[in-house]
């Protein structure tokens, strides 16, 4: 099990650890636009990890852990490693 967890955090790091996901800010747009902008962003991500993470439960079989754990571990994970 903590090697399943294991392996399942480094591809965490590899799907939020992309370097070409880029951001632009425009000089006439307003602070609280831009903060809009960068939230949405990180929650299209974060559900993106969750599907992520739903299909890989799914797809094993034999896979003792609940999907109630896996989602405690993402919340626990995003919480220490995220921006």
Do not use: A
Not at 14 to 40: A, C
Not at 47 to 54: A, P, Q, R, T
Not at 72 to 80: E, L, N, V
Request: proline letters at 1%; a positive charge.
């Amino acid at each position: 099990m903590m090697i399943q967890i294991l392996i399942i955090s480094i591809i965490f790091m590899i799907i939020v650890d992309d370097r070409r996901d880029t951001f632009r800010i425009d000089s006439k747009e307003s602070w609280l636009l831009i903060l809009v902008r960068l939230s949405l962003r990180l929650v299209l991500k974060y559900i993106k990890i969750i599907l992520f993470m739903i299909n890989i439960v799914s797809s094993v079989r034999g896979c003792r852990v609940s999907l109630l754990l896996f989602l405690f571990f993402q919340i626990h994970f995003f919480h220490h490693w995220l921006p």
